[in-house]
């Protein structure tokens, strides 16, 4: 089994910065990709960008190219999201996922999930 566990989110004002981390265990942990996807009120959870574990390719989704950066350290076995420039329609919970066959925009793409960090754009 892997265990998923995001932190780092909270309120933030239009214009700011976040740090989401996700930390990984788990003696099955060995990852082809993880990703970080996002759900607000009342809508399908989104993808938002994915990071290849062990070569490090990465893929955003095209609103949050420019302002969001995917990175892991393979050492801590923890995944991180850089928000920049955040916006009120960022507004949502943020979730970690992690996938041992394959890499992709889908839900379906990745086997293990956290339990989300909420990240409110507010003024």
């Known amino acids: 089994q892997v265990q998923l566990v995001e932190s780092g989110g909270g309120l933030v004002q239009p214009g700011g910065s976040l740090t989401l981390s996700c930390a990984a265990s788990g003696r099955t942990f060995s990852p082809y990709a993880m990703a970080w996807f996002r759900q607000a009120p009342g809508k399908e959870r989104e993808f938002v960008a994915l990071i290849t574990f062990s070569g490090g390719g990465t893929y955003y989704e095209v609103p949050m190219k420019g302002r969001f950066t995917i990175s892991r350290d393979k050492a801590k076995n923890t995944l991180y999201l850089q928000m920049n420039n955040l916006k009120p329609e960022d507004t949502a919970v943020y979730y970690c996922?992690?996938?041992?066959?394959?890499?992709?925009?889908?839900?379906?793409?990745?086997?293990?999930w956290g339990q989300g960090t909420q990240v409110t754009v507010s003024s």
């Open positions: 996922a992690s996938g041992s066959r394959s890499a992709g925009r889908l839900v379906a793409s990745y086997d293990y």
